[in-house]
């Protein structure tokens, strides 16, 4: 789910057809945050 929150915003960033309705200014907010929850969840996966 974050891989496509990730692609879907990035290239909605750069002018390429993507997902309709996706606004530009909270995708930069949407990428960091899938980022980071996509790490965290490999972080615990790892820890156990």
Same mark, same amino acid.
């Given at each position: 789910?974050? =891989?496509?929150?990730?692609? =879907?915003?990035?290239? @909605?960033?750069?002018?390429? /057809?993507?997902?309709?309705?996706? /606004? $530009? =200014? /909270? =995708? ?9 929850? @996509? ?7 790892? $820890? $156990?």
């Amino acid at each position: 789910m974050s =891989a496509f929150v990730i692609a =879907a915003d990035s290239l @909605t960033l750069m002018n390429l /057809p993507s997902v309709p309705g996706i /606004p $530009k =200014a /909270p =995708a930069v907010v949407e990428i960091i945050y899938s980022i980071i929850v @996509t790490g965290y969840l490999l972080y615990r996966r790892n $820890k $156990k």
